[in-house]
């Protein structure tokens, strides 16, 4: 089972940047993605982004293109999103998720990946 442990969440203004690290305990072969989704209040859980741990390929949210971007590092077990230009509207808490990867395109259906972090919250202030 994978065990996932987010951090680096906070209270930032509009227009600053932060790294959410995501850190994978046991993985394997049906948990070669590694997601992050973003939840607030009353909405459901959305994808944010996606990174195979064999590959690299990464797959982004097109509304989020240019501003989130993962990488990760497998000697590490870590998994990085990186969040630039943050906004007001991307206030969640935000999960990282372990799940299958087909290998030519990432699930974006929350209920498909079965290994979650506990999350952590981001605050963009205006």
């Known amino acids: 089972q994978v065990q996932l442990a987010e951090s680096g969440g906070g209270l930032v203004q509009a227009g600053a940047s932060l790294r959410l690290s995501c850190v994978a305990h046991?993985?394997?072969?049906?948990?070669?993605?590694v997601a992050w989704f973003r939840q607030t209040p009353g909405k459901d859980r959305e994808f944010v982004a996606a990174?195979?741990?064999?590959?690299?390929?990464?797959y982004t949210r097109y509304s989020l293109k240019g501003r989130f971007t993962m990488s990760r590092d497998n000697a590490r077990n870590t998994a990085w999103l990186q969040m630039d230009s943050l906004k007001p509207e991307d206030t969640a808490a935000y999960y990282c998720?372990?799940?299958?990867?087909?290998?030519?395109?990432?699930?974006?259906?929350?209920?498909?990946?079965?290994?979650w972090g506990q999350g952590t919250v981001v605050t963009v202030s205006s």
């Open positions: 998720a372990a799940g299958p990867y087909t290998g030519r395109y990432f699930y974006t259906e929350p209920q498909t990946y079965d290994a």
């Open positions: 046991g993985r394997t072969e049906g948990t070669d993605a």
């Open positions: 990174i195979s741990w064999s590959t690299g390929e990464t």
